[in-house]
T-cell receptor, first 113, second 112 residues
């Protein structure tokens, strides 16, 4: 399975935009890019996913590079509630991992009031 | 709807004791999963069930057994608990291949 690389930690000021990067240089053409986040003492929750085009939903936006070797999760206005660990995950539609979600260490986001 | 529920929320076991963690979902999802999360670490997949009647090993299956009792319920059993199994255990469900997963609140297990 293709791997992802994320910074261990990031900080943001409250009410400012946050850009969380993810590198996936070995991504295959059938890999979807998924993002989850885990708030303290809770289970992970799905945030967003995409294949090639940028995606928006009520929680965040996902910007995917043209060569698909990297992507960025964008939180438009960080709130204290957005302090969490953010996981960038590849899911191969053509592979056995499509049934599963394999988590890496993620990026721990701190939001400063 | 309750979504994904897990029981118990907390448990302390002595080494060698056995116990079963229960997971139930009312989302009518086909797939169910068990993960463990050690302090400061990401989640690791223990076992999963892509559909009722099937189970498969994940990354760290040793020391665990699972039962997919029906579409709603997926249990995780520790036959002889060890301190290395001290962790937070999460159950998750998924509608089908490629869909997002929904997680339960977790069970915090300590083995002394």
């Amino acid at each position: 399975d293709a791997k992802t690389t994320q910074p261990n930690s990031m900080e943001s000021n409250e009410e400012e935009p946050v850009h969380l990067p993810c590198n996936h240089s070995t991504i295959s053409g059938t890999d979807y890019i998924h993002w989850y986040r885990q708030l303290p003492s809770q289970g992970p929750e799905y945030v967003i996913h995409g294949l090639t085009s940028n995606v928006n939903n009520r929680m965040a936006s996902l910007a995917i590079a043209e060569d698909r070797k990297s992507s960025t999760l964008i939180l438009h206005r960080a709130t204290l509630r957005d302090a969490a660990v953010y996981y960038c995950i590849l899911r191969d539609r053509a592979g056995t991992s499509y049934d599963k979600v394999i988590f890496g260490p993620g990026t721990s986001l701190s939001v400063i009031p | 709807n309750a979504g994904v529920t897990q029981t118990p929320k907390f448990q302390v076991l002595k080494t060698g004791q056995s116990m079963t963690l229960q997971c139930a979902q009312d989302m009518n999802h086909n797939s169910m999963y068990w993960y463990r999360q050690d302090p400061g670490m990401g989640l690791r997949l223990i076992y999963y069930s892509a559909s009722e009647g099937t189970t498969d090993k994940g990354e760290v299956p040793n020391g665990y057994n699972v039962s997919r009792l029906n579409k709603r319920e997926f249990s995780l059993r520790l036959e002889s608990a060890a301190p290395s199994q001290t962790s937070v255990y999460f159950c998750a469900t998924q509608q089908g291949a490629g869909y997002e997963q929904y997680f339960g609140p977790g069970t915090r297990l300590t083995v002394t």
